[in-house]
């Protein structure tokens, strides 16, 4: 069975500071795909960045980052320079190469404070 | 270009009662995927549409059904509605069923079951 678990319901930071998600994952699988989706509470479901596991390299989309760890099965998104606008559901989600239904974790509430 | 975009945006049923939900896609893409997203809970994946056949399925019982009309468009049926059928139901397309494309997601469709 594949998995995403998020171990953080809620996380804070404050604006200009850098935060970091953590997810862990758990597949047999060896071609698959790391996403983290943005859900801000109009609840449309934006893709924040993807990471192809075949990849070494560290996905990077302007100021939202990952940390990749294959062997460990570990997807952690840093985020720098946070923004009032970050403030938002963060899901991790896994799919594989042959199925592209997605796998989500349970989430993880993001404050941004002045 | 449009998004992907679903019908209606809120929805009341009361026990036992069928519903429809519907979908369509973002422009260019042929296969669509809902998913149902329980209050303070992930997505979880109901099933996929693809060449107007269902080609996966998560563990949802045969209650829920689906239909893919030529034009990608998409519906959701749900019968006999249970308290516990009450969630957001996202609708996702992309192009092609596999997992290297990448998935967007429309605004969904809020279920209140009474």
């Known amino acids: 069975a594949q998995t995403v678990t998020q171990s953080q319901p809620e996380m804070s930071v404050q604006e200009a500071e850098t935060v970091t998600l953590s997810c862990t994952y758990d597949?047999?699988?060896?071609?698959?795909?790391l996403f983290w989706y943005k859900q801000p509470p109009s609840r449309q479901m934006i893709l924040v960045i993807r990471?192809?596991?075949?990849?070494?390299q560290n996905a990077t989309e302007n100021r939202f980052s990952v940390n990749f760890q294959k062997a460990a099965k570990s997807f952690s998104l840093k985020i720098s320079d946070s923004q009032l606008g970050d403030a938002a559901m963060y899901f991790c989600?896994?799919?594989?190469?042959?199925?592209?239904?997605?796998?989500f974790g349970t989430g993880t509430r993001l404050q941004v404070t002045l | 270009d449009a998004g992907v975009t679903q019908s209606p945006t809120h929805l009341i049923k009361t026990r036992g009662q069928q519903v429809t939900l519907r979908c369509s896609p973002k422009?260019?893409?042929?296969?669509v995927s809902w998913y149902q997203q329980a209050l303070g809970q992930g997505p979880q994946f109901i099933f996929q549409?693809?060449?107007?056949?269902?080609?996966q399925r998560g563990n949802f019982p045969d209650r829920f059904s689906g239909h893919q009309f030529p034009n990608y468009s998409s519906e959701l049926n749900v019968n006999a509605l249970l308290l516990g059928d009450s969630a957001l139901y996202l609708c996702?397309?992309?192009?092609?069923?596999?997992?290297?494309?990448?998935?967007?997601f429309g605004p969904g469709t809020r279920l209140t079951v009474t």
């Open positions: 989600a896994f799919n594989t190469g042959t199925a592209s239904k997605l796998t």
């Open positions: 422009s260019g893409h042929d296969t």
């Open positions: 990471q192809e596991a075949y990849k070494q």
């Open positions: 996702a397309s992309s192009l092609g069923q596999w997992g290297d494309y990448e998935q967007y």
């Open positions: 597949t047999s699988e060896s071609d698959y795909y």
């Open positions: 549409y693809y060449e107007e056949e269902e080609r």
